[in-house]
Nanobody, 121 residues
Framework: QVQLVESGGGTVEVGGSLRLSCRAS?????MAWSRQAPGKEREAVAL???????SYVYSVKGRFTISRDNAKNIVYLEMNSLKPEDTGTYYC??????????????????WGQGTSVTVSS
């Protein structure tokens, strides 16, 4: 069992930046950040594998950066140039899949409690 504890959410102005942190109780090769706005489906926004390889949904590419500190079991999501449509609850997720596929994120075994991000408009 992997416990995930998220922090860093808050309210920011359009164009601002925010850094989310996910502290894990152990190492998982596949880590991801997903977000969900009210009334919408949860959407995987960033994925990182054990070696640091990352992928992003197109809408955040160039603005968001996922990274991990394997020694500390922390995964970060640096969000820049924030837009109102980035508003939502952001969830950290982890899995022990052989391959880290973006399409598999909704089926990841472990999820954090979520942290709220509001981008003012």
């Amino acid at each position: 069992q992997v416990q995930l504890v998220e922090s860093g959410g808050g309210t920011v102005e359009v164009g601002g930046s925010l850094r989310l942190s996910c502290r894990a109780s152990g190492f998982a090769n596949c880590m991801a950040w997903s977000r969900q706005a009210p009334g919408k489906e949860r959407e995987a926004v960033a994925l990182i594998n054990g070696g640091g390889g990352a992928s992003y949904v197109y809408s955040v590419k160039g603005r968001f950066t996922i990274s991990r500190d394997n020694a500390k079991n922390i995964v970060y999501l640096e969000m820049n140039s924030l837009k109102p449509e980035d508003t939502g609850t952001y969830y950290c997720a982890a899995d022990f899949s052989r391959l880290c596929w973006t399409s598999d994120v909704p089926k990841f075994a472990y999820w954090g409690q979520g942290t709220s991000v509001t981008v003012s408009s």
